[in-house]
């Protein structure tokens, strides 16, 4: 089995020291053409995420589904072998305004959990969660660009019609910033904060202290 270890000796202590302050109100979207949602309201407390969270209501089971990555090929994305970079971005799922966790493992086949962290599994996906924090790891093997559409195709999950089963008007923000493209086509970079919101949108938009 692939071992954390063998991929990066600093893997888990990366989220243990809180270097990442969320940029929700200096930020501004670059996939698309934003619209800003007018003056902000007071922000919440920023979450401060620590290895191991579960962050919103535990619906999910850990790992991908039967549709999702089995350790072949998906959409381009395979299992790692070697890594050029690494680096983390926040997805957080919200339905009528109840967060629902993101689940450790997507990405992850035969995931072993040890105290709430993905700890081993048979394969690792360059896109891939530890822990149901919504903290997504990214570690490609090349400069490309990876989405929020291949870590749900992955995952084996819909974001289109239906966010991960869920129906309802959706609303998406980037860093803060309210989204107008199409969810699929935004593109992980370091330290980017995305907040999928299905039904009734929040305001203001919770963030996140994490490493990116």
């Keep these: 089995m692939l071992s954390l270890r063998d991929m990066s000796i600093s893997h888990r202590a990366a989220l243990r020291s809180i270097g990442f302050a969320a940029w929700a109100a200096s930020l501004a979207c ?66 009528e305004g109840e967060q629902i966790a993101i689940p450790a493992g997507i990405g992850i086949t035969d995931p072993v959990v040890s105290d709430g962290y993905v700890v081993n599994g048979d394969c690792f996906y360059w896109l891939h969660t530890h822990d149901a924090t919504g903290v997504i790891h990214i570690e490609p093997p090349d400069d490309a660009d990876y989405t929020l559409g291949h870590l749900f195709d992955i995952w084996g999950q819909p974001l289109g019609t239906s966010v991960a089963g869920y129906t309802g008007e959706l609303s998406v923000f980037v860093d803060g910033v309210r989204y107008q493209g199409d969810p699929r086509g935004i593109v992980f970079t370091s330290g980017k904060h995305i907040s999928l919101q299905v039904g009734r949108p929040l305001a203001p938009i919770p963030m996140y202290v994490f490493q990116g």
């Design 30 to 95: 670059t996939e698309s053409d934003p619209t800003d949602l007018g003056p902000d309201p007071d922000p919440l407390p920023a979450v401060t995420i620590e290895e191991g969270m579960t962050i919103g209501d535990d619906v999910f089971p850990v790992g991908n589904t039967a549709t999702g990555g089995q350790g072949d090929e998906v959409n381009g994305v395979g299992c790692i072998a070697s890594i050029a970079r690494h680096f983390h971005a926040h997805l957080s799922l919200f339905v």
